[in-house]
């Protein structure tokens, strides 16, 4: 048998082995074909897209599939809101479900600058910087390290450094939770925007006020004005740090207004004091 026999010998039984498999497993994919819900379909299609994960599933496919198989809420998609909620809610023919605006919060006013512990020559990353000695140069230990590796991961733009600390615009937060997974200091935290007025307590640090003057201008003492203040006994104070329940806060602001520190924010900003009305003189009252 001559070389281009064999070619061609060995051609032919390729191609009657390729045919073959080729049938098998069409014959297989048609037997063991699983039948796709066309609920999911049709929920991945009005879905964003972000595949931020912010839903707690891997990615918008996997949130679709979990819907239409009853394991997920209508309402988990951060990225598309209510107006997502409502249009998965009509494909899975139930009522839309309530959602609350989340969005992240970070728990730190950059009062610790200008207490740094040393000067810190290395990689612009927070994750580099906390693995140095001390944990990074901030003076408090619950301090933003202010290098942006939360800045990095946001895929909606929604969160830069301001002056040393991070900020987050909330019209732009999906609640994605990437930059809570990034933060070496664990210091970002999810919060439901539900009243009017918003309000936030911006520290993190559970040390003794004594320690906290020392590291930040401006950081928790734990002193409990603020819960005192609160006329629905919507603040505690756990640890030496003022914690908010949102479930009871009504956003009157007033534990911002007699918190001597002014970390308590409203709506992302310290409420101006007003002065109390002088009393009316003797003669005034009469």
Aim: glycine share 12%.
């Amino acid at each position: 048998m001559t070389l281009g026999m064999i070619v061609a010998v060995a051609a032919v039984v390729l191609l009657v082995l390729g045919v073959v498999f080729g049938l098998i497993l069409g014959f297989a994919a048609k037997v063991f074909a699983v039948e796709k819900d066309p609920r999911e379909e049709a929920i991945a299609g009005c879905l964003p897209g972000a595949n931020c994960g912010g839903c707690g599933f891997p990615g918008c496919s996997g949130y679709a599939a979990a819907v239409a198989a009853g394991k997920a809420a209508t309402n988990c998609c951060a990225a598309g809101g209510e107006t997502v909620a409502a249009k998965i809610a009509e494909i899975m023919g139930v009522k839309a479900e309530a959602s609350v605006k989340m969005a992240a919060q970070v728990q730190c006013t950059g009062g610790c600058r200008g207490h740094e512990q040393y000067e810190y020559v290395g990689i612009q990353d927070c994750a580099a910087a906390a693995r140095v000695p001390g944990g990074g140069p901030a003076g408090c230990s619950f301090g933003c390290l202010g290098f942006g590796t939360c800045e990095s991961v946001c895929p909606f733009d929604a969160i830069h450094v301001v002056d040393g600390v991070a900020k987050v615009d909330v019209e732009k937060c999906k609640a994605c939770k990437k930059c809570i997974d990034v933060c070496p200091r664990h210091i970002i935290v999810l919060a439901p925007y539900k009243t009017k007025r918003h309000v936030a307590i911006t520290c993190s640090s559970k040390d003794k006020g004594a320690d906290v003057r020392k590291v930040c201008d401006n950081g928790c003492i734990g002193c409990g004005l603020c819960a005192k203040a609160c006329p629905k006994e919507a603040i505690t104070v756990d640890k030496n740090l003022a914690v908010i329940d949102y479930d009871k806060c009504v956003g009157c602001g007033l534990c911002a207004q007699k918190c001597p520190r002014k970390l308590i924010t409203v709506d992302g900003k310290i409420p101006e004091i007003k002065p109390a009305a002088p009393k009316a003189s003797g003669a005034e009252q009469k």
